[in-house]
């Protein structure tokens, strides 16, 4: 006999301690007590489906409380309970959404993207009702495809989502907010900082004008201006955002959560930059420990948290220390993304820099050329690919190799600074700092022509001597 489908409104509701903790953002306390109430509403003699909505929220809590793998066991639950019942599409395309969430957090990323890819075929499928629900398909697996670096994919679903969302009657002003924060994550990812920062502004100032603080997005913006505003080199100018989004996560979520270890994480990075290092380490630490505390052991999350702080002790010249967290980012990496993953490259290109600073230039190279093969495929204006090329070109002068690939290396390098100088709308505090975050690649190329030209002329300098070229900052 088939089965009637029931309504939210009928199904078994979560009870007031689990409300309680999900509206606090508990997700671990959530998950503990939806557990109690699913076995009680499973034992009761009710229709087939009526634990269908505690089996979602159970799902999201379990993701939410870095046990994406528990996560994943109860969105299939729901979902083979809601394909079960005729009419229920949009059940299964929720279920779906919440399997991609846990898939993506396990970075199962082929199978997440199958997942968000079927619910948004349903929803589309359910006509001009469901357009907020497409929005959240589209800016999940936008976010999706970002972190596989496949940001002009990502972008064209966000700005979908985007519009979706701001089109939406009635309003739904957290759903912009979550898009447009994702949106201007995917524009800093492509090195689009004023885009980004304009975005982003909107967004505090309708969420001022809302009087919504509590809303997870008025952190994420604040957070993410902050990014915008640091690389840019506006170091002062994003520290107070960093502290701001810190300081409203710390008062809204629960002490280890996800959030709460990105703000210490963007935080630490921007007081790295302005050289207080013992400061953004002591910062770096309590991040890695939540987050190996949070997740499983071989999360990839685990790897960005260990690679930021060996970046901290690089700059300490704690080169030895360094080094190990470094490996341990990149096999954590490779296990979990595909082998063009763009984290992959940043973590061998860090450890590149770390290795070559002691004087281990053979291995140095190697690393640079496998984070070469990835970002040579950015574009030519972005400052990853810029930095690869740069840190390249200099290791081989540091080798006694300033020959033609050297040269050739060091010019597209250059000529991606001039591109990228010809975008700028002014001499900006953000051109200045580009700027001086590039000048040592002129000038060193000079030097190191003065040295060339010195040495085939008299023999008399050694074109070792370009190891003294200075290195500008890199980029995480």
Known sequence: MALAMQTPAER????ALADAALARGDDAAAFSTLKVELRTCEVA????????HLLFLIANAATGAGQPGEGERYARRALAMAEAVPGAGRDVATALNNLANALEQQAKFAEAESAYRRAISIWEAGGPGDAADVGTGLSNLGTLLAKQGRIAESEAMLR??????RAARPARPSDVRIASNNLATALIDQARYPEAETLLRGVLRDAEAQRSPGDPGVATAYDNLAV???????????EPMFRRA?????????????LIVTSLNNLAGNLNRQKRLGEAEG???EALVLTERSVPAGHPAIGMRAHNLAFNLV???RFGEAEPLYRRAIALFVAAFAPDHPAIATARHSLAICVDAQGRHDEAERLFRAALAVRARFPSTHPRRIDTLRDLGMNLIRRGQPGAEARSLL???QSGVLERMAGATGFTSAAQAELRNYRPLFTGVVRMSWLLASAERDGSISVRAGAALARPRSRR
């Open 160 to 165: 979908r989502a985007l519009a979706l969302f």
């Open 45 to 52: 003699d009710r229709r087939a489906d009526d634990c269908l």
């Open 246 to 258: 810190l300081q409203l996560r710390r008062r809204w979520l629960p002490t280890g959560h996800p």
């Open 283 to 285: 910062l770096l630490r």
């Open 315 to 317: 700059d300490q010249q």
């Open 12 to 15: 078994w509701a979560p009870g």
């Open 228 to 238: 915008a505003l640091d690389e840019q080199g506006r170091l002062g100018d994003a």
């Open 411 to 413: 010019r597209a390098a």
